[in-house]
């Protein structure tokens, strides 16, 4: 094509719609224009009256900036509620936020240099609240910036007294259906917080302990074993020996008494061999066997105190690890605690807050108990009582938030009763959706499994148990009446009111003791676990908010939540109402890097989120959260994204062809009826009509990378690759009136307004900006006030995309053809280029029923032969019966639009036929 020669008589691409995104300056326009249209209002306001889709937020944690994994969450969330308001949905959102506990207490300790035990209780909350408060500004700004829509001017906060009041209500529900108990158990004890965690705040890690076996000097036998033997136990917490009173057989295994040469012992036959091998016992001999059941109530001697060890028999014992003899502390050990409690056995535990012994565990006294380990064990060697001490690498219980080891210690702690619950519970589960499905069998198990749970802590930033103890005997008071008192006054004041006020000015008025007739009391002082705030919000927010529902169509979290929220809200739901508070419940899994590695600052794998956006736009990582499949973990890196990038330019660059090639098209009077069309452009309507029920079905069935896949493989190869590729010339050098560009133009504007629907709910920013550029008068001004598009039968044309997909297969052995031909410099562009296709019967007829094959294949000529000709052609393995031949076009180049033919002669304008028509067309007019 001369350059410039022809350029005013060329339909040129004209658009504004610029091919640079510059996503980090444009977003925030855009997002700023939501804001002062209040989209989110105006789509309520458009949906109001259809059936409701509520998705009840799970809230995050108010503490630090946003991070990938609250990306990955929000924005799956995003991506549901855009397609279902897009769908005949009204979808309200409302946002939360967790904010009570004890990472906000200890980052207020820490940033306001603060000493919660001399600071003033309120005040001390006061920073608390501040606290939170400013990190959900932080956290807010962050998720509306990623494109979030939702209710950002009034989100749920569990610190809000509305929130705080309804609390108050769950709980006393639960208690007075006799649900809630105080009882002395060992629970997870994190005593760097010093504080009982639930079992939703402990994380497995890799840990080194001691590992030691012991012996237990036999003081009765039960005339079964004799006075001079021992029983070993094995174990890898030395510190709980001072708390033994115990030692736990299986009663259905076999034991046996062995003779080492230097003692006695008693083991289980099934773990002789290994004990012996451990111990370094070069031979034994066994002297009898028994049961487990025949060692019941046989009395040993503690290793270096004054006190008994009672053989005692639990199911719990197994031939797993050990010596099948449980070393059995109560104060330490739920198997423990369970059994001991069944024997009668004394209840120690000789430890504080702080994880330091008391004088009960003398000599140790004031020693931490980790610490305390390697004292514990030169006394137990001192008293000829160890028989081997090493190192094991085992997993461990960790607090998850101060990322210390906890322990077990048996405290008098306040317990929901699951119980009283747990069948109903499991029932509920199987009425619930799980997606993926396999997380139906593990919350499912856990419910199964768990134990009773602990819902008090000894804290200060939380709800506080809202129970009274009479002064007089003690005993502690829960009534309906005392409920309704501190939720009104909580809903008025705010859980403050606890702290600020004495209790008898907490009290409703002539409350008495119902067992005594005591009138003066105190008040309860340990505050509820964060678990107990979240696991209300289905009460508190949506029973609160008038546009949503109860129970919620969704929740969608981590797969971490199916012993956390999924948790906590089914048992507070299940306890009151009978039933889930959700009818779905999607998860997914966690961000990792590309080597699957969990993301660490130490590790340098961090993505920071913000970061990206001010690099490369939110957008990017909008379509990163669609192409992953989210149900397994999610590998990102800067690495990663940057496709995600490249994924995006090549989706722009395939809207911009299309809006930039409809600069002088007007729908109202140079739209083309269906009929009319081509044959390529009823494949291409085939094709996006197909796409749409595709993409509706992948998000219906939430499987958004399916989505994404498809939407980019039609955009890139379909449309891309083939469609406009063969399009071009008709676009460019056809008169600008000619009915088969205007055909096309119908099409390419079918196709432009249809697929930033499609593109809506994942690229929030980009699809607003294709928007303006496509919008109609009377359209809306957003593209979230638009509906979903729908298929058109119109458009389903089975025969048609079968005939063009076999002349595609051919057109792929052309492209092979012309890529060999370049190579061999018989070529350059693939319009200098006449092709001979050698075909076979079955082919030549398909062949030659396509008008302008040379259009088709892009080339200057094309000749078709029969398949007797294929020696020396270029073949493709799956397209059986095609051979290609190439040869440099005869004739001259047309300077307009490149095609090779013969000129006619004597023309000294070197245009094809075509060409000089059109130019003559121009000059006339």
Known sequence: ??????????????????????????????????????????????????????????????????????????????????????????????????????????????????????????????????????????????????????????????????????????FGEMALKGYIYKGLKPVYWCYDCETALAEAEIEYNDKSSPSIYVRFPVKDGKGIIPEDAFVIIWTTTPWTIPANTGIALNPKLDYVLADAGEGKYV????????????????????????????LERAVCRHPFYERDSLVVLGEHVTLEAGTGCVHTAPGHGEDDFFVGKEYGLEVISPVDNSGRFTEEAAPFTGMQVNDANKAIIELLEAEGMLLKTSRVDHQYPFCWRCQHPIIYRATEQWFASIDSFRQAALEAIDKVEWIPFWGRDRIYNMVKDRGDWCISRQRTWGVPIPIFYCEQCNKPIITQGTIDHISKLFGEFGSDVWFARKAEDLIPAGLECADCGGKTFRKETDIMDVWFDS??????????????????????????????WFNSSLSTAVAIRGTAPYRKVLTH??????????????????????????????????????????????????????????????IRNTCRFMLSNLFDFDPQTDTVAYEKLTDLDKWALHKMDKLIRRVTQAYRQYEFH????????????ELSNIYFDILKDKLYCSLPDDPERKAAQTVLFELINKLVLILTPVL??????????????????????????????EYVNTELEQRLDKLLQVREVVTKALEEARVAKVIG????????????????????????????????????????????????????????????????????????????????????QRCSDVVARLNKS
């Open 589 to 650: 899994g966690f961000t990792v890097d590309e080597q699957g590695r969990k993301m660490s600052k130490s590790m340098g794998n961090v993505v920071d989120p913000l970061k990206m956006i001010d690099q490369m736009g939110a957008d990017i990582l909008r379509l990163w959260v669609s192409s992953a499949d989210y149900r397994n973990d999610v590998s990102v890196s800067n690495n990663i994204i940057k496709q995600s990038a490249e994924a995006y330019r090549k």
């Open 267 to 294: 083991m289980a036959r099934g773990l002789l061999e290994k004990v012996a091998e451990e111990l370094g016992w070069d031979s034994y001999e066994i002297i009898r066997g028994f049961k487990g059941a025949e």
């Open 1 to 170: 094509m001369g350059k410039g020669k022809y350029d005013d008589t060329l339909n040129l691409p004209r658009t504004t719609f610029p091919m640079r995104a510059n996503l980090p300056a444009r977003e925030p326009e855009i997002l700023k224009n939501w804001e002062e249209t209040d989209i989110y209002a105006r789509v309520q306001e458009k949906n109001q009256g259809r059936p409701k889709f509520i998705l009840h937020d799970g809230p995050p944690y108010a503490n630090g900036d946003i991070h990938l994994g609250h990306t990955l969450n929000k924005v799956l969330k995003d991506i549901i509620i855009k397609f279902h308001s897009m769908t005949g949905f009204d979808t309200p959102y409302i946002p939360g936020w967790d904010t009570h506990g004890l990472p906000i207490e200890q980052q207020a300790i820490k940033m306001m240099g603060l000493d919660r035990n001399k600071t003033d209780v309120v005040k001390f909350r006061q920073h608390c609240r501040d606290y939170a408060l400013k990190y959900i500004d932080i956290q807010k700004k962050g998720f509306k910036r990623l494109g979030v829509r939702g209710k950002w001017d009034n989100p749920y906060i569990t610190l809000k007294p509305e929130f705080e009041a309804i609390q108050i209500k769950v």
């Open 706 to 717: 399916v989505a994404f896949h498809s939407v980019h493989n039609f955009c890139t190869i």
């Open 535 to 564: 696991g209300s919000s289905h009460m508190a927010v949506l029973e609160t908010y008038e546009e949503l529902e109860w129970p919620a169509d969704m929740y969608l979290e981590g797969s971490d939540q199916h012993r956390g």
């Open 829 to 912: 562009h693939s319009l200098g280029a006449s092709v001979t296709i050698y075909a076979s019967e079955e082919w030549i007829k398909l062949l030659e029923s396509t008008p302008d094959p040379a259009r088709f294949f892009i080339v200057s000529a094309v000749q078709i032969a029969a398949a007797d000709g294929f020696d020396g052609t270029v073949k493709l393995e799956h397209v059986d019966g095609i051979g290609v031949k190439v040869q440099a076009a005869a004739g001259e180049k047309c300077e307009r639009c490149w095609i090779i033919e013969e000129m006619p002669a004597g023309d000294e304008i070197a245009l094809c």
């Open 764 to 793: 929030a920013f980009t699809s607003e900006e294709i928007w303006s550029h496509i919008r109609q008068e009377d359209q809306p001004d957003s593209v979230q006030l638009m509906e979903w598009p729908l298929p058109n039968d």
